[in-house]
C-alpha cells in the first residue's frame, strides 16, 4: 500500500478510527500508485477482506489487504523511528514498513527467546549445583557440570572420589535429560565403598536423589554402605512426613541389584538417648555436647565418645544400632568391645552364627564376621 506523504497522518488516524470501530483489516490496491483514503476500504472480518480483494481484482488492477492494528502501528512507530519510514519521491511504501517493523520484532524476538533460553539454562545449572552440594558433594565439581550441560547430551555422568581414613569412596553422578524440554536433573549417583585400600573388601549400591528432603547424602551413604544405621526425616508419596531410622540388608537385593533397606520407624521405639545414658559418657553432662553426639550418631557417623572409667577418662567410639535398640562401642583401635546388648540382640548373634557354617564348620555371622572389628564390607 502507497499513500502520499501529505496524507500519511490522515490515513493513520482514519485507520485508528476504524479499528475502534470494529474492523480489523483494510484493503486497498497494490501497486506503486498512491492510494487516497476513499480508495480504502475496511472489514470486520479476513474472511470478508479476502472476498472483496477477490472481486476487485482484474488482470490489470490487483488487490489486498492487511491488518488495521498493523498499519497504523508501524506509521505511529515510524514517526519516532526514520529508520522505519520508507519513503521515495513523496510517495510512502506503507506495507514494506509493515513487513520491515515486522522482519525486526522476529529477530527481537528470537534474541529474547535465545536470551530466556540462556537464562533457563543456567537457573537448569545453578539448582543442579545446589543439589549436588547438598548431597553432600561439594562444590569443585561445577565446572565439569557446565561442561557436560554445554556438550547438550541426552545423558551423562561426573566421577568423584573421596577418602575417609583409610577407606575411600568412588561416585558417579548421573544426570538425564527430562521427557520434555531441555532440563536436565540429576536422578541418582552410584557408590563404591574400597575398605582399607583393598579392592576385595568393596561393596556399592545406587541411591536416588528424590528430592531435597530425601536425598541421601554422600557421608549418609558412605556410613550405610560401611555397615551403619542412618536416621532420616523422610516424606513418603502422598506427602506426610515420617521419621526412620534405615540400614542396609546386606542379605537381600532388589531386582536391580541394590540392596534393600531395613526400615525401623518412630513405632519400633529406638531411643537413642536413652541407649546411650546407659553407659558412663561424659560428653552426655553438657546439654550441647550431648545435642552434637546425638545429631552425629543419626548421620551414622561413628562418632568419639569419652567414657568415665572410675578416675580415668578413656576415649572410645560410638554408634547407633537401631534394629537392637543400643549403640555399640569400639576401643581407640576400633575393635568392637561387649556391651550392654540386649537379649534379642546376643540371641540373635548366637541364632546367626549357628545357622552358617563355612566348609570347615566355622560361624561365618554377617554382621559380626565371627570378629570383635568392625565389618569390613562386601565383596563386589
Not at 474492523?23 to 480508495?39: C, G, I, Q, W
Not at 551414622?300 to 568415665?308: K, Y
Request: charged share 30%.
Amino acid at each position: 500500500m502507497n499513500i502520499r506523504g501529505d496524507e500519511y497522518i490522515e490515513i493513520m488516524n482514519y485507520l485508528v478510527k476504524e479499528r475502534w470501530a470494529g474492523n480489523e483489516f483494510v484493503a486497498y490496491l497494490s501497486d506503486s500508485t498512491p492510494v487516497y483514503r476513499e480508495d480504502l476500504a475496511c472489514f470486520g472480518t479476513p474472511y470478508e477482506a479476502k472476498e472483496y480483494c477477490y472481486e476487485m481484482s482484474t488482470d490489470v488492477d490487483f488487490y489486498d489487504y492487511m491488518a488495521i492494528r498493523s498499519v497504523y502501528r508501524t506509521m505511529e512507530e515510524a514517526i519516532h523511528d526514520r529508520t522505519l519510514y520508507i519513503a521515495s519521491a513523496g510517495v510512502v511504501d506503507i506495507s514494506a514498513m509493515v513487513m520491515l517493523r515486522q522482519q525486526r520484532m522476529e529477530e527481537e524476538q528470537n534474541i529474547n527467546n535465545q536470551n530466556n533460553k540462556v537464562m533457563i539454562i543456567e537457573k537448569n545449572f545453578e539448582f543442579l549445583r545446589d543439589q549436588i552440594k547438598h548431597a553432600g558433594f561439594g562444590e569443585n565439581l561445577e565446572y565439569a557440570l557446565r561442561d557436560k550441560m554445554e556438550q547438550n547430551q541426552e545423558k551423562f555422568s561426573i566421577n568423584f572420589e573421596k577418602a575417609y581414613g583409610n577407606d575411600k569412596v568412588d561416585a558417579s553422578l548421573n544426570f538425564k535429560k527430562g521427557t520434555e524440554g531441555d532440563l536436565y536433573f540429576f536422578n541418582t549417583y552410584d557408590l563404591k565403598l574400597t575398605k582399607d585400600n583393598n579392592s576385595d573388601l568393596s561393596v556399592q549400591q545406587s541411591f536416588f536423589n528424590n528430592n531435597n528432603r530425601n536425598t541421601i547424602t554422600l557421608k549418609e551413604a558412605y556410613n550405610l554402605l560401611d555397615g551403619r544405621s542412618v536416621n532420616k526425616d523422610m516424606i513418603s508419596q502422598d506427602k506426610q512426613e515420617y521419621n526412620v531410622w534405615i540400614k542396609l540388608d546386606f542379605k537381600n537385593t532388589d531386582d536391580r541389584g541394590n540392596f534393600k533397606f531395613k526400615q525401623f520407624g518412630e513405632k519400633y521405639g529406638y531411643d537413642l538417648e536413652g541407649a546411650l545414658a546407659k553407659h558412663p559418657i561424659k560428653e552426655l553432662q553438657n546439654d550441647q555436647y550431648k545435642g552434637d553426639l546425638i545429631e552425629s550418631l543419626k548421620k551414622g557417623n561413628m562418632q568419639s565418645a569419652t567414657f568415665i572409667k572410675g578416675d580415668q577418662e578413656v576415649k572410645q567410639y560410638v554408634e547407633a544400632n537401631p534394629q537392637y535398640k543400643s549403640i555399640n562401642i569400639y576401643d581407640a583401635n576400633m575393635q568392637k568391645l561387649e556391651s550392654r546388648q540386649s537379649q534379642g540382640e546376643k540371641q540373635g548373634e548366637s541364632n546367626s552364627q549357628s545357622a552358617k557354617k563355612d566348609s570347615k564348620g566355622e560361624a561365618q555371622d554377617d554382621e559380626t564376621k565371627g570378629e570383635s572389628k568392625k565389618p569390613r564390607g562386601q565383596r563386589v
